[in-house]
């Protein structure tokens, strides 16, 4: 537990992708100004330091505050950033309220994510012009198109992979150095231009932020109470070295479907446990999943189980896989199964779901075994916040999950 | 040199396969299933991988434009070929087997029994851990081919031509949860070489 798997990366040479890289954005841009997105995570910042490599000072990077960071998040990027070796001068652009008022009333991941992209590159566009540029560079990697190309879900960086042309919607065209790189890669090339540890070897944050940890309809409430959740995540589970971990909130809005009436009896024979022991809910609010290659936007199961056998299952991984094959195989409809960590009767209307995996490239995903102790813990401390009442461990890989949630 | 391009229906984890090849020291790249036949030729390739894709081939009259393409690649190419996951249950239909939704479909881990441990699944054996991810499965394997593997769910997780190196998989052997993929691709880079000599 905790080895992260991709120590050694085959097959991928840094040196000669740079050179050949660079040569071509060279080719491309014929000593133009390219607007360079940059959100802080690995892989625009890497994409960024390629292209600095090939443009100088034609390389204008910019970092957009989309109000859906974490906390304190784009000042520490852009101080971070700036600071020897990298030395990277970046401009912030606030436009969180634009963001906001985008999303506002959507309730879908699709819709949302689609809002998400429009409002993103609505302001590349400002930028652009401004600056009298006509290429942006971005840090899209391999799974960033091949999930949108397949339909799984919309990546708010992904254009023309979907046969949206950036040039006549938004009057730039685009560039896109890793395109065809996996996370493990990006992070050996990250390496090799000598990006500090704390750069190359980041967690990953998704470009929509904490948009696609909101589960639902976005309110203020949800997204001041998650940002408050995904410290308390972050800062416990940092030293277990898994890929990703953070925390999503959704509503306690239960359905009323008769189909998945029998959930309760399912989860037990899956257990092996009384049916007076399990008790398990569906939400209403979908979330993204991916069974046999095509999206299922499907829902959450929640499991209970009473307070003495939680104590003896909640680190038996086998059990809980069983729960989740159980669970999925029997109601297609259902992509998600996550089991309950802790909660307070007659508390507040949301619920936070932890999630930790481990993944190399990020296109399949076991669940991490977070210790019980810990995530009772991380229960413990998110239940301070009276809006949330329950606190869950997501047991679903990827697939039939997604790493994120919309 | 050896030379496998990847037969692209559209699967998330299509991409990878180019990865574990290109990890081998192969060359490969994507490639669409409606290549013409002559310019598949001119790449002069050794041999075929086909990918796994959303679409379903339960019905086998009514493929969409790829899988009919693919299915076209099927039945002309002569060369080495793996198939994996939709293109598994693609193979299976074009040799006249039976696809239909799977009793119990399978997501994430599953644990293969190997039945047979010669050729493609050497070294395999018993049984190992592999990623899946389908809604369909072959439930009647077509003549002339063998059931190399199985799983409590699904019968014939692993099939291959009794006298062509021609194999398909449900399982998703280029994913990194898949930890024994790459001797699956190494044992099949093998069959090429051999196939080459002869």
Known sequence: ?406 | MTTIPVVYVKGQYNHLIVRNLKELGVTSKLLSPSVPLEQLESMKPDALVMGGGPQSVRSPDKLTGELADAARLIRQVKLPMLCICVTHQLLATAFGGVTEAARKPEFGPVEISVLDDGRILEGLGPSFTAWESHNDEVVRKPDGFEVIAKSTSCSVEAMGHEKRDIFGVQFHPEVSHTTKGVDLFKNFLGIVEEHKRT
Request: hydrophobic content about 35%.
């Open chain 1, 1 to 406: 537990m905790g080895e992260r798997l991709s120590v050694a990366v085959q097959g991928f040479h840094p040196s000669s992708f740079l050179s050949e890289e660079t040569g071509r954005i060279r080719d491309i841009t014929q000593g133009k100004k390219v607007i360079s997105a940059v959100s802080g995570g690995v892989d625009s910042t890497v994409a960024t330091l390629v292209a600095r490599q090939a443009l100088g000072d034609n390389l204008l990077p910019i970092m957009i505050d989309t109000g859906l960071l974490r906390a304190g998040e784009p000042e520490q990027v852009k101080d971070r950033l700036s600071r020897s070796p990298i030395s990277l001068k970046l401009r912030l652009v606030h436009a969180s309220g634009r963001f906001l008022s985008s999303i506002k009333g959507e309730t879908t991941a699709e819709e949302k994510r689609k809002k998400f992209r429009e409002t993103f590159y609505q302001v590349l566009r400002e930028e652009a012009q401004k600056e009298g540029c006509e290429y942006i560079l971005q840090g899209t990697i391999a799974p960033d198109w091949i999930e949108t190309q397949g339909g799984i879900k919309t990546q708010h960086n992904v254009l023309e992979q979907v046969g949206i042309d950036p040039a006549t919607t938004y009057g730039f065209k685009i560039i896109e150095p890793l395109a065809d790189l996996y996370k493990d890669q990006v992070r050996a090339l990250g390496r090799h231009l000598n990006l500090p540890k704390e750069f190359s070897e980041r967690q990953p944050f998704p470009g929509p932020g904490l948009l696609v940890r909101c589960i639902g309809s976005v309110t203020k409430k949800k997204i001041r109470v998650l940002k408050e959740a995904t410290k308390v995540v972050e800062t416990s589970l940092s030293p277990f070295n898994y890929e990703q971990y953070f925390a999503a909130i959704i509503e306690n809005k239960f359905a009323k479907d008769p189909s998945t009436k029998t959930i309760s009896e399912t989860a037990s024979e899956a257990l092996g446990l009384p049916k007076s022991e399990v008790h398990a809910e569906v939400f209403e609010d979908r979330v993204t999943g991916v069974k046999g290659d095509q999206r299922c936007y499907g829902l959450v199961a929640g499991v209970k189980l009473s307070e003495e056998s939680r104590e003896t299952y909640g680190w038996l991984q086998d059990r809980l896989r069983q729960l989740q094959t159980g669970i999925v195989e029997k109601f297609p409809d259902i992509t998600r199964v996550a089991l309950l960590v802790k909660e307070r009767r007659g508390g507040g209307p949301l619920s936070i779901i932890v999630r930790a995996v481990s993944t190399r490239d990020f296109m399949t995903a076991a669940v991490s075994p977070v210790p019980w102790k810990i995530l009772k813990d991380i229960g413990q401390q998110i239940m301070k916040e009276e809006n949330v009442s329950r606190v869950y461990y997501d047991i679903t890989p990827k697939p039939p999950g997604t790493i994120e949630f919309e």
